[in-house]
Nanobody, 123 residues
């Protein structure tokens, strides 16, 4: 299987910045899409940003112009640079990845989630 490990969350004042990282490990053959989602208390999990293996990106309207998603395909790692943070960005942020794993003659799809990292923005 494929495991995702996130890092970089924390407490920051409004207007500040944080950078999240998520590294994928395991018998990875290829990773197609990688992304970040978040879940605030009492709310459903929502998409923040996604990026394909070719570098195409997609952002939630609420973070456009403030957040930037990027990835290092050689390291199987995705990043989320978050600038101009607002209190409403407070949530647990989850990394997501989809692709194929295993031996080349017996590939299987995977869809994995990280354990989540807390981001808290104080006003």
């Amino acid at each position: 299987q494929v495991q995702l490990v996130e890092s970089g969350g924390g407490l920051v004042q409004a207007g500040g910045s944080l950078r999240l990282s998520c590294a994928a490990s395991g018998s990875i053959f290829s990773i197609n899409a990688m992304g970040w989602y978040r879940q605030a208390p009492g709310k459903q999990r929502e998409l923040v940003a996604t990026i394909t293996s070719g570098g195409s990106t997609n952002y939630a309207d609420s973070v456009k112009g403030r957040f930037t998603i990027s990835r290092d395909n050689a390291k199987n790692t995705v990043y989320l640079q978050m600038n101009s943070l607002k209190p409403e960005d407070t949530a647990v942020y989850y990394c997501n990845a989809q692709g194929s794993y295993g031996k080349i003659w017996a590939l299987a799809p995977f869809h994995s989630w990280g354990q989540g990292t807390q981001v808290t923005v104080s006003s």
